[in-house]
């Protein structure tokens, strides 16, 4: 990696995690969320367990350079570069592509996370912009991140993000609480998801057991504040909760058996 990749990219502070980095000291510690606002360190694992996947560490200043360099035909070959990003129609070899109306051209990009930590990329071939963020928290916030630094950058506009203050009330919290059953092609098939309340806060609980604190924003809106989904949440005429909205996804209220 140091011979082929690194050292000709001109990264100095990027390499692979073998559980012997000598300068371990300097590497985030990751964290996920505890509630709605506060942290708690993430589990740690062995990152070698994870090679190519989330073994290599880098800077955000080289994971820019990494871009440039590679966009750029200083790293491959042009038919080798081709390869590489056109496997498919929208997914290329570590990258994601499509065409963007926000900006107007295709975007190249790419999300992940690992225990404690995420990040984001996204290259603009046409206006020649890079951004990276990297984020010490298990949150996939840095998407919406990146996209709204990208519109910064170039003058666009964006939605400022806005918890809603006060915060809700316990009486209020408790009238959000059901269960509610998703499709097959929900993230996990048929799952039948609960929001249940801590009297300070709106929890939502996976079929996994995972649980996932909601940022309220808006009466009936929140945000997941792990996967950073929009949470909505639909009543009927009694004023009980008939229906959520996970993202683009609908699950109905599930009958008491």
Known sequence: MQRLVLRPAGLKSSGVDDDSVPHAAQIAIGYEPDGVKGLKLAS??????????????TTVADHAKWVDRLFSGHLL????????????????YGWFRGATSRFEETAYYMNGRAPGFASFVLYLPRKRV????????????????GYDVAAMTLGRSYTPFRPSTPAPD???????????KFGEDFYQSSAQMRLISTQTELLLRWPSGDISPLIPLDLDHFMDRSY???????????GTPSAVLYGDFRGSAARPQ
């Open 228 to 238: 950073w989904e929009e949470v909505k949440i639909e009543r009927d005429n009694a």
């Open 77 to 92: 070959k042009t038919a080798s570069l081709r390869a590489v990003l056109d496997t498919s129609q929208r997914v290329g």
């Open 44 to 57: 740690p694992i062995h990152w070698s367990a994870k090679t190519g996947n989330a073994s290599a560490y």
């Open 130 to 145: 890079t951004v990276v963020v990297f984020s010490n928290i298990y949150s996939s916030a840095t998407t919406t991140i």
């Open 170 to 180: 316990a009486r209020y919290l408790e009238s959000c609480t059901g269960t509610f």
